[in-house]
């Protein structure tokens, strides 16, 4: 039963998304979507329509008016789809009216018809945007003029009377259409208004966000300038005061030297990593080969791990000779903050492991490092990447090193993710291109 939902609703956003690739306007593909799902709506109820009066018998009706009808709406979409979007608008609301006014010339009054006037009135409001005005004012103008001389017996009307108990149940196939009419296109509207305002309200704080870490990085340039010169005094100085403690060091000052020297260190790396938390990508990024990059980063984890005496289980799945286009440097930097984040969460494990996998999936290049660690919670993930965010005790990190790779990631076009749940794994993922 859930196949067959998907599968529709799948069947339904095609069809309604038919034809969006061609607009660049956002408004106007959601103008696009609302006369798509107008038209397909008109051609259900028309045929609904069709179908009562194919089983009544009322094949004169069906050929003069229906048959017409369809052909216009299927003409419509086509107009759609082929750009001419102002003339595919323009010509639905006409061919309702008219359609309309020949239905209800034929009819008479009692299959309800009319209603459908005043949904026309109101719908160039969903199909026409502000600056098209004049046609907002003729359509809607149009419209109600045609409910008025419908109201007013202007036309002859009931050449072709229908019988009682046909009359009644178009009525209500009118009525039902009406509704359906008026509310889907309105409702698909505010839908995805929703969606829109989401995605401009998420892309707000992510600019937000990148300005607050540009203007980081501009001041940690200018403090590790300013820093950096009184550092070095104090290192020279330090060299000095180790050279005149001698090789015996009576007095035990070399110890406290060396503890002075581990504390300019750590200022270096602080500012180090405030520099390369908004890495700077540049205008032609090199071509890495995959397998090239594959290797570079198993030698590098190997070699790391193996230091630190830490199990390492590889897994690589390239099947073809892709190119990244990325600075090759960001990479390593990116996988080594994730290498490091696992090392951090399996501190006091007694066995440490961590798996790394290497594959090409859907046009992307995967690196996943997976680590056998407390995992990360659904509250925790969803702060994982903000900026200085850190689970460490105070004074062991800044919060910026995962916050730093998906920088790196998503300026490439990629993304970085993390699965909650137990055991940690984090998913880095970078555009894939066919090498020519």
Known sequence: ??????????????????????????SCRLQL???????YISLGVTSLYALILLLTGQLALLIMLLIPVIILLFFILYLARCRCFLTARV????????SL??????????????????????FPFLLFRAHEWRWIAFCSTAAFAVFEIVDFNLIPMGTQPLAEGTARILRLVITLGSFICITTPSALLLWQSNQQYRK???????????????????????????????????????ESLENHAGPNDPRGIKPRIRKAYDAIHRIHSILQKLLVSTPQVPAQPEPLCVHAIAQLITQRSKRYLYN??????????????????????????AVDSLINNALEAMLGHKTPAVSLTLRSHDRFFQVEVADCGPGVSDEINRSLFTPFFTTKEVGAGLGLSLYSARCIARQYGGDLTCDSGPSGRFCLSLPLQKLS
């Open 308 to 333: 630190h005496g830490i199990q390492l289980k590889i897994k690589v799945d390239l099947t073809d000779q892709s190119v990244i286009h990325c600075e090759r440097q960001h990479v390593i930097d």
């Open 91 to 98: 010509a639905y609301l006409v061919t309702c009216l008219l």
């Open 101 to 122: 006014l020949y239905g209800i010339h034929l009819q008479g009054k009692e299959t309800n018809l009319s209603l459908l006037c005043l949904h026309l009135a109101l």
């Open 1 to 26: 039963m859930n196949i067959v939902a998907s599968r529709l609703a799948s069947f339904c956003m095609r069809h309604l998304e038919a034809g969006q690739n061609s607009l660049k306007d956002k």
């Open 33 to 39: 979507m609302v006369l798509n799902a107008s038209v």
């Open 200 to 238: 401009a309200l998420k892309r707000n704080r992510v600019l937000a966000l990148d300005e607050k870490m540009a203007a980081i990085g501009r001041l940690a340039g200018g403090a590790a300038h300013e820093i950096n010169n009184p550092l070095a005094i104090i290192q020279l100085t330090l």
